[in-house]
């Protein structure tokens, strides 16, 4: 878990370079009608928005950077997506990886288990050799299967499959071996994936079209995806995206190690309009070299190097 900077020793960081009373700007309730005094200062309402404001610049930052060591703290993933086309939410990051889920939900009861020959007979299943599943039951699942496990199916036809243990032993027709059919309704759950990236939305929307055709000739084409602009096309019948995203809030997001950052950023700030322009060109400098340190995976930057007239 990253520490995130404390918005106090930020506060204190900007105060002590510009000197500023910490007296605010308005008498009135909202703190927004100047009332005359300090006027040469900045309201600590003010400080408090340019703080958030340069911390806002450095997180997106963050969640638009690879490499960054701290990435993660700002990842997010999407609702699931219908096919075969859908709007990706809207984000100031970047796009990680896409999520497939091959498969939709179905159930099967005792009666469906053929426990001697170990398959399940589902009409019209659509699964194919190696999709992930997991099982709910409203009762008892047939025995040598469990609740939260993933498993993998071996398609032996359109209405009939086994479970596998693994991927492997999908491929390799291992199937697990079920000693008594259960009771109750069991659900089969298709899981989300790492999906693999097409050519061009068309091979996608063709997939999805005539997904039994791709099934039988190129394994795991329901699990394509491409994005073109703001669009995710997907031949799976739902997918998630994991991707990075920064949304304002009142207390500061970026990581501790990046305190000098913002400070520089926010000082550079509230200098920019009336106060003294050598020493906002100053610290807007360490300021951008400090961005171009985070843009190149910095974990930690130095200190901030205070202005001399």
């Known amino acids: 878990m990253v520490t995130t ?74 609702s699931a997506l219908p096919a075969p086309k859908s709007a990706l939410p809207a984000r100031v990051g970047a796009i990680l990886s896409v999520l497939t889920q091959a498969g939709s939900t179905m159930t099967f009861t005792a009666g469906d288990v053929s426990v001697p020959s170990n398959y399940i007979t589902i009409s019209n299943h659509g699964l194919v050799t190696g999709q992930m599943v997991q099982l709910t039951t409203s009762n008892t699942l047939p025995t040598g299967l469990s609740l939260a496990t993933d498993y993998y199916v071996i398609r032996i036809s359109s209405s009939t499959f086994r479970f596998a243990t693994s991927a492997w032993n999908a491929f390799q027709g291992t199937a697990v071996t079920m000693s008594g059919a259960g009771t109750g309704t069991n659900t089969v759950t298709s899981q989300y994936v790492e999906g693999t990236e097409a050519d061009s939305k068309d091979t996608v929307v063709q997939a999805y079209t005539m997904a039994s055709l791709f099934a039988q000739s190129q394994n795991g084409a329901c699990n394509f995806w491409f994005i073109e602009g703001d669009e995710i096309y997907t031949s799976s019948p739902n997918c998630k995206v994991v991707y990075t995203d920064y949304t304002l809030t009142s207390s500061p997001q970026a990581p501790q ?35 171009q340190e985070i843009a190149s995976g910095a974990k930690v930057l130095p200190e901030i190097s205070q202005y001399k007239r």
């Open 257 to 291: 190690t990046y305190l000098h950052a913002v400070v520089a950023g926010a000082i550079a700030e509230l200098l920019k309009d009336g106060g003294d322009g050598q020493m906002a060109g100053y610290y807007q400098g360490q300021y951008q070299s400090y961005l």
């Open 5 to 78: 900077v404390n918005f106090d020793n930020l506060k204190k960081g900007v105060v002590s370079i510009l000197q500023s009373s910490l007296t605010a700007y308005g008498s009135s309730t909202t703190g927004n009608a100047p009332d005359g005094s300090n006027q040469q200062y900045a309201s600590s309402e003010e400080i408090n928005n340019r703080i958030l404001q340069v911390d806002g610049e450095v997180a997106t930052l963050i969640a638009q950077t690879m490499q960054s060591p701290f990435q993660s703290t700002f990842i997010q993933t999407s």
